[in-house]
């Protein structure tokens, strides 16, 4: 296994175009509550910090600042497997309060997928499977993808919606 190994993996990934729907979902909607469990909620968090930096209301659930969830939010699920018993709450909770839900997953065949709006799909596998896709031990792939996909959003929010990049320099966190 090397770098290039990696990034072959990764350029091999299922939804590689950011559709037009999506960027008008996430500026329609009035806040954005994100959530992962593990390493796919911290490629999450790294989301959620850059559509803040565009100016979205974004809270990543658990935190102790997260509000209640309402019927114009919308909540995004990363789970390679879609079946976390926690995230499945998280997503009736929102589905029975009327929010959008968009799912970051490996595959169709999972329960969140049946409870959401909208659904990507991303290279990878769940840390328990035995699937040959990657070389790349448990979820790394997925995680990795989690990543990179959320920087591609942002880049084509930005060029959709005229967003510089100093705008986002003005709302990056000046205590640090």
Do not use: C
């Not at 911290?42 to 100016?55: D, T």
């Amino acid at each position: 296994m090397n770098w290039d190994s990696i990034l072959y993996e990764l350029k091999n990934n299922s939804d590689k175009d950011i559709s037009n729907d999506l960027l008008v979902m996430v500026k329609e909607s009035d806040r954005i509550f994100l959530t992962g469990s593990g390493r796919s909620g911290l490629a999450l968090k790294a989301f959620a910090m850059r559509l803040a930096q565009l100016g979205k209301n974004a809270f990543f659930v658990g935190e102790t600042i997260t509000p209640a969830i309402e019927d114009k939010d919308l909540l995004i699920i990363a789970s390679s497997s879609g079946e976390t018993s926690q995230l499945i709450k998280y997503a009736d909770i929102a589905k029975n309060i009327g929010a959008k839900i968009w799912l970051w997953s490996t595959n169709e065949s999972n329960v969140i997928y049946r409870k959401s709006d909208y659904v990507t799909l991303l290279a990878g596998k769940s840390k328990f499977s035995t699937s040959g896709i990657t070389q790349q031990p448990m979820g790394s792939l997925f995680e990795q993808s989690v990543w990179l996909y959320g920087d591609l959003f942002v880049v084509n929010y930005m060029n959709e919606f005229n967003i510089s990049e100093s705008f986002l320099k003005s709302r990056h966190a000046n205590l640090e």
